[in-house]
């Protein structure tokens, strides 16, 4: 009874309450955050850009390890189960984006600043607003560099639920018309961005204009040399291919672009430690530094990657398993030229097919253009300055010539007591350990616990840095026929590179195109340089007898000869490694991804790529 009468109690007394405060009931909810409040509030507004500048695309870049060994830089040398990156034909889905999800969220948040941010100004307004058409036009650039045209969606496709959704199925555009709309866009919003000028992480003008620098390079590009093959690769809609006559436009757009970026960004190359080679890679490390224009930060444990991890010299791990799976390759090494201007090709052995023999085992590598040091960890060298270990063995001398003898145990020694096989290899056929004689040490962080699974790496990632934009713009500027231009733009890279005053007076396109795959390697870069200049079929023509489609490996033996003067010098043999077994294989059907059967079942207004 007692308990009958307390609720009775109750029940008047929230009775009584409610007719006394009407709006009790009304309250605004603690856990839900309306449209009004969402789009009025600029910090909310800065975490949703923040989780779409996080969202960025990508293809072999931001520390993809995987990626990076598709390509002729490196090869695999990790886990047996992924061999099959050392094994590789290029699929007609290689490359495939097709992300209109990312399209849709970035439609619908302009709209809804459009519809409900009443209470910021202009300014700031503005300044969302052209953030997100900034990133809308990025992720239109990967698309139409991978895709050709595609279907240009600007807003919201709303279905009515009338049953007949042909009013949502868009049509692709034309390439060029791709290519025009990103130029168009990045012009309409660079100077609302100018309010960000300053910052490397958010887009703000130049960082718009070195978008337009780069996608204007890649539409000229296409331009021209897709006409220049024997069978330009086009479809009758023009959703691929780029009429030839207007390649000098875009030639100068980008130009243009770059120009506007060298003469007024207030962005300088990274020259700040007299050790040209230390200071290649330091300008990938050190945060905050001149050079870079945009990039993608890695902070405070909140968010790290893990590429130092996977890619450390094996004998340098911090922690207890020894992924080392990026090995870059010879081919790479030797693109990097001499500073006496000779080509890079090493001097392994002599005019009668001998080995040469080095008194040390990084001498080799002597005189070599800075960036190679910057780039890649080659025998005799170090890292977070301790010594990486690398010997594949001794060559023992047999009365004739030399016997090449390797160990399985890295680390151990020979009978004479001398090293017998590094313990950071490197080892043919085997996993966690070199099997080219490279380590890679762009974006390998020194920093306490980066190979650390549970600490791992800070330092960030470029989209953007002004070595590109020397090279964008020298070759525009080469394209263009102001070769002087274009020459000064090139030797200003190269004299950061250790070159001298300059050391190139002739310039060429292949001069260019060295320059990018040294200056650029493992950025994102060279896949895609390969497929605008139209050369990456007769690069990577599967044959593996071509030095340019196939990997090789350098491997330093010690010489034991004892009483000669050759005795503990270098020799080093050349090879392709037992586990890289098929040379690239790029195809002309490679050149535009396949378009998913599924997208096309859903819109029978789009066409096939050619060759699919």
């Avoid at 390079?217 to 959703?239: F, Q, R, V």
């Avoid at 008194?359 to 990486?388: C, H, M, Q, W």
Wanted: aromatic letters at 14%; charged letters at 25%.
């Amino acid at each position: 009874m007692k308990y009958t009468l307390l609720l009775l109690i109750l029940c008047a007394s929230f009775a009584t309450v409610s007719c006394n405060n009407e709006d009790w009931l009304e309250r605004d909810p603690k856990n839900i955050i309306t449209d009004e409040q969402l789009w009025n509030d600029p910090q909310l507004i800065t975490s949703l850009l923040a989780n779409y500048y996080d969202r960025l695309p990508t293809f072999h870049g931001v520390f993809n390890t995987g990626g990076m060994t598709e390509i002729d830089d490196a090869m695999w040398s990790g886990h047996f189960d992924q061999n099959w990156r050392n094994d590789f034909q290029y699929g007609y889905d290689y490359g495939r984006y097709w992300d209109y999800t990312f399209i849709r969220d970035i439609n619908l948040a302009l709209d809804n600043i459009e519809t409900f941010s009443t209470e910021i100004g202009d300014e700031q307004k503005n300044l969302f607003t052209s953030e997100l058409r900034f990133i809308r036009a990025f992720v239109y650039f990967e698309l139409v560099k991978r895709m050709g045209g595609v279907p240009l969606v600007t807003e919201q496709l709303i279905y009515d639920f009338g049953g007949d959704p042909e009013y949502l199925q868009i049509p692709r555009s034309k390439e060029h018309e791709v290519y025009d709309f990103i130029y168009s866009e990045l012009e309409t919003i660079k100077s609302d961005l100018q309010a960000n000028n300053g910052s490397q992480t958010r887009a703000n003008e130049f960082t718009a204009l070195a978008l337009e620098s780069r996608a204007m390079l890649y539409a000229a590009s296409i331009a021209k040399y897709n006409n220049l093959m024997d069978t330009p690769i086009n479809l009758p809609g023009g959703e691929v291919g780029i009429p030839a006559e207007m390649a000098k436009d875009y030639y100068e757009k980008s130009l243009q672009a770059s120009q506007s970026i060298l003469q007024d960004g207030g962005y300088a190359l990274y020259d700040e430690n007299p050790d040209k080679q230390a200071n290649f890679y330091e300008m990938m490390m050190n945060k905050g530094n001149a050079e870079v224009i945009f990039a993608k930060d890695y902070v405070n444990s909140l968010k790290t990657h893990g590429f130092t991890f996977e890619n450390i010299p094996r004998s340098l791990t911090e922690d207890n398993e020894y992924p080392s799976n990026l090995t870059p390759s010879l081919n790479l090494v030797e693109s990097f030229d001499y500073l006496d201007g000779g080509e890079g090709s090493l001097n392994i052995t002599d005019a009668s097919g001998d080995p040469i023999v080095y008194e040390d085992i990084n001498g080799i590598f002597a005189n070599k253009d800075a960036r190679l040091y910057g780039t890649v960890i080659y025998p005799g060298t170090t890292f977070k300055s301790a010594p990486v270990k690398m010997q594949a063995g001794v060559a023992v001398w047999n009365d004739s010539d030399y016997e090449l003898l390797a160990s399985q145990d890295l680390g151990s020694n020979y009978s004479d007591e001398g090293l017998w096989t590094g313990a950071d290899g490197p080892q043919d056929n085997t996993q966690f350990v070199s099997n080219t004689g490279f380590y890679a040490r762009k974006f390998l962080s020194d920093a306490p616990g980066a190979s650390l699974r549970g600490v791992a790496s800070e330092n960030w990632w470029p989209w953007f840095r002004l070595g590109e934009i020397y090279l964008n713009a020298a070759e525009a500027a080469f394209e263009l026929n102001q070769e002087g231009v274009a020459t000064t733009y090139i030797n200003t890279l190269r004299e950061r590179a250790g070159f001298p005053e300059n050391s190139i007076t002739d310039l060429n396109i292949e001069d260019i195109r060295k320059e990018r795959r040294v200056e650029l390697a493992f950025e994102d870069h060279r896949y895609f340089d390969l497929k605008r200049w139209r050369i990456a079929h007769e690069v990577w023509d599967g044959d593996i007898n071509n030095e340019d489609a196939a990997v090789f490996a350098l491997f330093p033996y010690r010489i034991v000869r004892p009483g000669h003067p050759d005795n503990n010098k270098y020799i080093f043999n050349k090879f392709t490694p037992t586990r890289f077994r098929r040379a690239r294989f790029f195809r002309l059907g490679n050149y535009y991804a396949s378009i998913d059967q599924g997208v096309l079942n859903n819109n029978p207004k789009l066409v096939r790529n050619p060759f699919h």
